[in-house]
């Protein structure tokens, strides 16, 4: 993966390095709090929306804890809005599992004090903690603006074939580009992240990014997780999303500002 595609397509998880970080990083303990409160929602079940209110039901029969709620106890509080994982969960309604949204710089670095929140361009910018089958995941979104892009790329082009490889790079696996209404392309391939050593060490993945006619682009990062000294859980046997899935995802307008 060159480095300018690297950059732009990990940006949301910038505070955590690339896929392989510095040593520096300290683990505390998995059990610390968070660097914000955060809401796991569980996603279970077949999502319906009815009169305005969206629900997730929950098949097991245990209590909902404090801090896992469903999606319509959330949806339904008066003069609070949903937050990014609720509304990620929207637009993800096949997915199954719980989806939580996390901070790179808490469970990878264990930053103290926690960072100030990232500034965010898209509606859903940000970094979600998938649960499933005992395994933990990871689903990072990343919209950036022309200007953003231009300065990454120092001047390369945002919509280059990224399915062929240049100055000997090692071609891209599964590696599907598209070329969409609108003068958008959208690419996914996928990435087995065997980067060398170090920490974390990230699973394997897909990788999608959707460059836009005003040169915008949209990054997501679908990875089985990673490896670490602490870890939140082990890695998913595939990535939480099929491609069907991620493709759907990164056509949904909803991931985009608003025009």
């Not at 949301?12 to 998995?30: D, M």
């Not at 790179?104 to 670095?109: L, P, R, S, T, V």
Request: charge should be negative; aromatic fraction near 4%.
């Amino acid at each position: 993966m060159s480095d300018d595609v690297r950059e732009l397509l990990g940006r949301a998880a910038e505070e955590a390095g690339q896929p392989v970080i510095s040593t520096e990083a300290v683990y505390a303990k998995a059990g610390r709090v968070r660097w914000r409160r955060r809401t796991a929602v569980s996603v279970t079940a077949v999502c319906a929306v009815a009169a305005g209110a969206f629900v997730v039901p929950q098949l097991s029969s245990a209590p909902t804890s404090p801090q896992t709620q469903s999606v319509g106890s959330l949806a339904e509080k008066p003069g609070q809005a949903p937050g990014r994982d609720v509304q990620l969960l929207r637009l993800l309604p096949d997915m199954t599992g719980t989806i939580e949204e996390v901070s790179f710089a808490d469970i990878i670095k264990h930053a103290s004090p926690p960072p100030p929140e990232p500034s965010t361009t898209g509606p859903v910018d940000g970094q979600y903690e998938i649960r499933r089958d005992g395994g933990v995941g990871y689903l990072t979104i990343d919209v950036m603006d022309a200007e953003t892009v231009r300065k990454k790329l120092g001047g390369g082009a945002p919509d280059a074939d990224l399915c062929k490889p240049e100055n000997g790079e090692p071609a891209r696996t599964d590696c599907v580009r598209e070329e969409l209404s609108g003068g958008r392309v959208l690419t996914i391939w996928s990435d087995d992240m065997e980067y060398g050593d170090g920490t974390p060490q990230w699973g394997p993945e897909l990788v999608g990014r959707l460059t836009l006619a005003d040169g915008s682009l949209l990054g997501v990062r679908d990875s089985t997780g990673f490896e670490a000294e602490v870890v939140n859980g082990p890695l998913l046997k595939s990535p939480p999303l099929t491609r069907a899935q991620l493709r759907e995802l990164m056509l949904r307008p909803e991931l985009l500002p608003a025009e």
